[in-house]
C-alpha cells in the first residue's frame, strides 16, 4: 500500500475493526518500511470475511489467509463417556460402603443392575450408564436396613407427609448416590413376587470377604433389566 491510500486504508479499517486509525497506521507503516506483511486481525467471523472480500475496492491490499483450526468431533461423546466412568465409580465406591455397612449390621441385601451390571456383563464400567443403586431386600428387613442408611447419612424419600410412595421400593438419596431399596420389582397385582431367599442363597458375594451383600449371577440381572 504506497503512502497515499496508507491513511484512507487505516481508517476503513478502523472502522470495520472498532480500533483507533493511528494504531492501524503505525503498523502498516512498520510493515511498508520492514517489507513484510502485516498481520492487523486475527480470528475474524464469516460475515466479516465475506465482507472485506465483497469490498475489496475499500481495502486495497487487505489479504485474508485462511488459518487452520483444529477441530474435535468426537469432543462432546468423549466428555460424556468422562463423566459417565466418573459417575459409576463414584456409585461402585458408595456400594462398597453399604456393603460394609450391611455386613456390620448382619442384614442381606442384594444389588442389582448399576455398576455391578456393566462389570458382570460388558467387564467395563464404561459400558452401561447407571444412574443410580438398586438394592433387593427381605421385606421384613426393611425397616432396620432403612435405619441403618438413614444412619449413614441418606435420607429417605419417604419422610414427609406428602411424600410419593412406591409400593415396592423406597429411595434413599445422599450427595454421592441415590440408592433405590427394592422388596419386590413389581406391584403385586402383576401376579409376580421376588423369592428373595432363593436368590439370595444363589448369589455371588459382592467383595470376597463378604457374605451379606451379595449381586445376582449374570443371567437373573439381565432378566430384571426390562
Not at 50 to 70: K, M, S
Not at 107 to 133: H, M, N, Q, S, W
Not at 161 to 174: I, K, S, T, Y
Not at 188 to 205: A, C, H, K, T
Amino acid at each position: 500500500v504506497n503512502d497515499d491510500d496508507r491513511g484512507q486504508l487505516s481508517q476503513n479499517l478502523a472502522a470495520f475493526l472498532d480500533v483507533p486509525a493511528s494504531e492501524i497506521s503505525q503498523m502498516l507503516s512498520e510493515g511498508s518500511k520492514k517489507g513484510v506483511q502485516v498481520t492487523v486481525a486475527e480470528d475474524l467471523s464469516d460475515p466479516q470475511a465475506i465482507f472485506l472480500l465483497e469490498n475489496r475496492e475499500r481495502f486495497p491490499g487487505v489479504n485474508i489467509v485462511p488459518q487452520p483450526i483444529r477441530t474435535y468431533p468426537l469432543a462432546e461423546l468423549a466428555a460424556h463417556a468422562s463423566e459417565l466412568a466418573e459417575r459409576n465409580r463414584r456409585l461402585s465406591r458408595t456400594l462398597s460402603g453399604v456393603s460394609t455397612a450391611l455386613e456390620d449390621a448382619g442384614l442381606r441385601g442384594i444389588v442389582f443392575k448399576g455398576p455391578t451390571l456393566a462389570e458382570d456383563a460388558y467387564g467395563d464400567l464404561l459400558l452401561r450408564e447407571c444412574g443410580d443403586l438398586d438394592l433387593l431386600v427381605c421385606k421384613e428387613d426393611f425397616p432396620e436396613i432403612a435405619e441403618l442408611l438413614i444412619s449413614h447419612g441418606f435420607k429417605s424419600w419417604w419422610e414427609g407427609d406428602d411424600a410419593n410412595r412406591q409400593v415396592f421400593a423406597c429411595e434413599f438419596e445422599r450427595s454421592d448416590a441415590t440408592l433405590d431399596v427394592h422388596w419386590n420389582l413389581s406391584h403385586e397385582w402383576l401376579n409376580y413376587r421376588v423369592d428373595f431367599d432363593r436368590l439370595w442363597g444363589s448369589g455371588i458375594p459382592l467383595s470376597p470377604g463378604g457374605q451379606m451383600l451379595r449381586k445376582l449371577r449374570p443371567e437373573e440381572d439381565r432378566k430384571s433389566v426390562v
